[in-house]
């Protein structure tokens, strides 16, 4: 961003970001508001289908190629076609489980506090012979060690969240994904609540598959997720979803032979969601305007503040961890005595938006949250 000092970055996020006064808004980790510009986006957009329809629709289609870019880039995948737009992160895990050969006696790890997503689905496949193992990695002082520990020799498939949805513990996956390459296990991520706060870089991290919808750090709106499936997996990975879109030669509607997609096209059957590649590519131009590092580091300062504040209270507990590494933009706490219910109830009324999430009450600020903010809502959660 041209000049990058800290008040060009505070002003451009003061007007990216005209939040109602008085709304505190601390739940990017469930739906977060559009930047400015991704409002305005979706208003023009609508203005052109209003006045000339698809007209335009070689430019749509560019704006669909840039989107693919931005997310390429973001997660460092090789080519931007290794990336497929999919409607949310549960159809990305649906086609992973949809699309292993699974034999019977397999199984897949997971962590025992996964959000239902990346657990249903692998419960799914109980019919075919595949059993589920979950390891515990709250409370515990090395959780890569206690997932690596889960599997044995029938592992086929490793799938965690980069960042737990309710304590907000963040996993080393570099460590993850070595390890399971190593033993010629599969390793898929759900970065849904990490992608857009911290780097997610498939090709150090050995990342088989990641999935992430757009709505949460992306800053982007519902229904518009990235699916990455490593080169080598694409081929092997069996169809489910089939269409006039993932045909290699999509367009020559007269042919009557086909075959899928060289490309990750293959995993997106029909229509494309126009109205989410156009919203979702302004969310990620201002992310990568700001630069990750510097929304990384905005958004970990405001961790650590809520962290401070909330050490400083004494009726409330900390859920997260706060060892450096294991927490990105997730703040779980309790109160002593005051159940969760009760808390977040107050915290609504008082126009704090946040959410109740495994025995917790979980804070989400993103980079552009006002620091005084964050002690606001921790003084009402405390009161
Ligand atoms: C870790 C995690 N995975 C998946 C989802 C749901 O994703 P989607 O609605 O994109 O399928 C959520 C939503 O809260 C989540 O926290």
Same mark, same amino acid.
């Given at each position: 961003m041209a000049g990058n000092g800290a008040s060009d970055i505070d002003s451009l996020l003061i007007s990216e970001f005209p939040l109602l006064p008085g709304l505190v808004y601390l739940n990017h980790a469930a739906v977060s508001p559009w930047p400015r510009r991704t409002a305005e986006t979706v208003k023009r957009f609508a203005e052109e289908n209003l006045r000339e329809?698809?007209?335009?629709y070689p430019e749509w289609l560019q704006t669909e190629r840039l989107l693919r870019g931005q997310l390429a880039g973001l997660v460092n995948a090789p080519s931007i076609d290794d990336i497929a737009l999919l409607k949310n992160t549960s159809e990305g895990l649906s086609f992973v489980a949809y699309g292993l050969d699974w034999r019977s006696g397999d199984n897949v790890v997971i962590t025992a506090e996964e959000f239902p997503s990346n657990r249903i689905v692998w419960e799914s496949l109980a019919s075919r012979g595949v059993g589920l193992r979950e390891a515990r990695v709250s409370h515990v002082h090395d959780p890569e060690s206690a997932i690596l520990e889960a599997?044995?020799?029938?592992?086929r498939l490793v799938s965690v969240s980069s960042v737990q949805y309710a304590s907000g513990l963040r996993l080393d996956l570099g460590r993850l994904g070595t390890a399971c390459r190593e033993r010629g296990i599969a390793f898929c991520v759900d970065a849904i609540q990490g992608l857009g706060v911290f780097r997610h870089d498939v090709q150090a991290a050995q990342i088989d598959f990641l999935v992430a919808d757009g709505h949460k750090w992306l800053l982007g709106p519902e229904g518009i997720a990235v699916f990455y499936c490593r080169p080598e997996w694409r081929e092997r990975l069996k169809l489910h979803e089939y269409g006039w879109h993932m045909v290699e030669d999509m367009g020559d509607y007269a042919r009557r032979d086909w075959r899928p997609a060289a490309g990750a096209r293959r995993f997106e059957c029909g229509s494309p969601n126009m109205l989410g590649i156009h919203a979702l590519s302004a969310s990620l131009s201002l992310l990568l305007e700001l630069g990750p590092e510097t929304v990384e580091r905005r958004v970990l300062e405001r961790t650590e503040h809520l962290f401070e504040r909330i050490r400083a209270a004494p009726s409330l507990d900390l859920v997260?961890? #706060?060892?450096?590494?294991?927490?990105?933009g997730i703040v779980s706490f309790r109160h002593r005595s005051v159940p969760n219910p009760v808390i977040h109830e107050r915290l609504r009324k008082a126009n704090v938006v946040c959410a109740e999430r495994l025995g917790g009450i979980r804070f989400s600020p993103h980079c552009? #949250?006002?620091?005084e903010q964050l002690e606001t809502a921790v003084a009402i959660a405390a009161g």
């Open positions: 329809g698809a007209s335009r599997t044995d020799r029938h592992t997260t961890p #706060t060892r450096s590494g294991r927490y990105a552009y #949250t006002p620091l």
